[in-house]
C-alpha cells in the first residue's frame, strides 16, 4: 500500500444498518441507498458492492460521473440506479442508454429527455420533481397539471418512475411547521398525479430524517443516506428514535475507520514553538509524534491545537497547527511510542474510540461534511 492513511470499511457493521433499515421499513417500501458524495466518503464503488451483497438493489445519487462509476460497480439488470442532481443535456443520450433514472425538474430538461428518447428510440426513466418548500430544484405546484398534459402526450417516450419531493430540514423539530406544510402539499400532488391512469409512479419524500421522524412520509419508497453508514442525521433524531422505541442503546454500528502510522518520534525542549509559526509553545520538555496526516488528507486544519488521536490506546492531543501533509501529537504522558505504531483518527483502539460526531465537539463540522472531504484517493478496506 502507498497511501500514507486508509480507511476501513466494516462489513458486519454495514450487514447490521442495512438489516437495520429493512426492517423498519418493511416489505412496502422501497429502500433506495444514496451514495452521493462518494458514499459519504466511504468509496462508492466499496460500499455499494458490499450494500448489493446484503440485498440493496436501488441507489440514488447526485450527478452523471456517480452514476457511471455505480453502473460500471454492478452491472446489473435488477439495479436501480436514479441521479437526483445535476445531469448536463450531452450527458442524458447516455442515462436514458443505460436506463438510468434521472430527476428532472424544469421544462427545458424534460423536453430535452423526450427528444433525446425520440431520437434513441428508447424511453427516458424519469422522476418528477415537485417544489414544495424547500426552494431548491423541482416544478411550481401550481404548474404541475400543464407538466402531466406535456407528459401524457410524450408517454411514448418517457417512463415516470418517480414523482418526488426533498424536506428541508426533518432532523430538527425546529422545522416542523415547514416539513408539515411541505408534507401536505405533497399529498395533494400525489392526488392530482393519481387521476392520470397512464400514471403509476413510486412516491418519495423522505431522507434518513424523515423516516425517522416522521413515518407517513416514507409513502413508497426512502431515500437513505446518513442511517447506512451508522450514524443519526442528528442527536435530537436519535434521542426520538430512542424515545419512541423505548430503548437506550444506538442501534446502527459506525461503519468506518481511519487510519494511519506515527512516522517519527522525538523530544523538544522546554521554550520552543512546534511546526509553523507560533500557535505551540512547549512549557516542558515535550515529546512528538509525527503523523503522516494533514488537511490534504482531509483533516481539518481547524483541529490545530485542539484534534485527538489513539495510539496504543491513549487519547492524545494534536498540538500546533495541521500542515497539509503532517501534523505533531503530543506523546510526552504516553507509553512509549515508536515509528510504525497505529494512529487511529476516527475508530476504536483498545477500550477508547474517536467517533465522527465527536469532530462536532471541537469544530463546527457536520458528520455529512466531514466525511465526504475524506479525499477519494485513500484507499478503503473492507474488513469484518
Ligand atoms: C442526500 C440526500 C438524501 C439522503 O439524506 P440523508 O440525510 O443522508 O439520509 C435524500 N434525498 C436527497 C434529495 C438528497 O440529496
Same mark, same amino acid.
Given at each position: 500500500m502507498k497511501h500514507t492513511s486508509y480507511i476501513e470499511i466494516s462489513e458486519s457493521a454495514i450487514k447490521n444498518n442495512i438489516t437495520f433499515i429493512k426492517e423498519l421499513l418493511g416489505e412496502d417500501v422501497?429502500? *433506495?441507498?444514496?451514495?452521493?458524495?462518494?458514499?459519504?466518503?466511504?468509496? =462508492?464503488?466499496?460500499?455499494?458492492k458490499m450494500a448489493y451483497k446484503y440485498g440493496v438493489t436501488h441507489f440514488s445519487v447526485s450527478d452523471a460521473h456517480e452514476a457511471y462509476k455505480l453502473k460500471t460497480t454492478l452491472p446489473y439488470e435488477n439495479v436501480s440506479i436514479v441521479i437526483m442532481g445535476m445531469i448536463e443535456n450531452n450527458q442524458l443520450e447516455w442515462a436514458i442508454q443505460n436506463n438510468i433514472e434521472f430527476y428532472v425538474f424544469e421544462k427545458d430538461r424534460l423536453q430535452f429527455a423526450v427528444e433525446t428518447a425520440k431520437k434513441i428510440g428508447i424511453k427516458a426513466q424519469i422522476h418528477i420533481e415537485i417544489e414544495t418548500g424547500m426552494n431548491r430544484t423541482g416544478f411550481e405546484t401550481k404548474n404541475i397539471r400543464t407538466i402531466l398534459e406535456y407528459v401524457n402526450k410524450n408517454k411514448m417516450h418517457l417512463n415516470v418512475k418517480g414523482v418526488c419531493s426533498h424536506l428541508a430540514g426533518a432532523? *430538527?423539530?425546529a422545522n416542523y411547521k415547514r416539513v408539515t406544510d411541505q408534507? =401536505?402539499?405533497?399529498?395533494?400532488?400525489?392526488?392530482?398525479?393519481?387521476?392520470y391512469d397512464f400514471l403509476n409512479p413510486m412516491f418519495h419524500l423522505a431522507s434518513s430524517s424523515g423516516t425517522i421522524r416522521y413515518p407517513k412520509t416514507r409513502l413508497n419508497l426512502v431515500r437513505i443516506g446518513i442511517l447506512q453508514f451508522g450514524f443519526f442525521p442528528t442527536k435530537e433524531i436519535l434521542v426520538h428514535y430512542l424515545t419512541k422505541n423505548k430503548q437506550v442503546e444506538n442501534p446502527l454500528q459506525r461503519v468506518i475507520s481511519w487510519k494511519t502510522k506515527v512516522m517519527d518520534v522525538k523530544t523538544v525542549k522546554s521554550g520552543q514553538f512546534i511546526g509553523y509559526g507560533t500557535s505551540y509553545f512547549t512549557n516542558r520538555e515535550t515529546k512528538i509524534a509525527l503523523i503522516p496526516i494533514g488537511y490534504s488528507s482531509g483533516y481539518n486544519r481547524a483541529l490545530s491545537n485542539t484534534g485527538k488521536v489513539l495510539i496504543k490506546g491513549k487519547r492524545l492531543d494534536v498540538i500546533g497547527t495541521v500542515n497539509m501533509n503532517m501534523m505533531a501529537v503530543d506523546i510526552t504522558f504516553a507509553d512509549a511510542i515508536e515509528k510504525g505504531d497505529e494512529v487511529v483518527l476516527i475508530g476504536s483502539q483498545g477500550d477508547q474510540e474517536i467517533t465522527v460526531s465527536s469532530f462536532n465537539d471541537y469544530i463546527q463540522v457536520i458528520n455529512y461534511e466531514l466525511l465526504t472531504k475524506l479525499p477519494e484517493n485513500l484507499p478503503r478496506v473492507i474488513t469484518t
Open positions: 422501497v429502500f *433506495s441507498s444514496v451514495v452521493k458524495g462518494n458514499a459519504y466518503g466511504h468509496g =462508492i464503488e466499496q460500499y455499494s432532523e *430538527s423539530i408534507t =401536505i402539499k405533497f399529498k395533494r400532488i400525489i392526488n392530482k398525479v393519481n387521476s
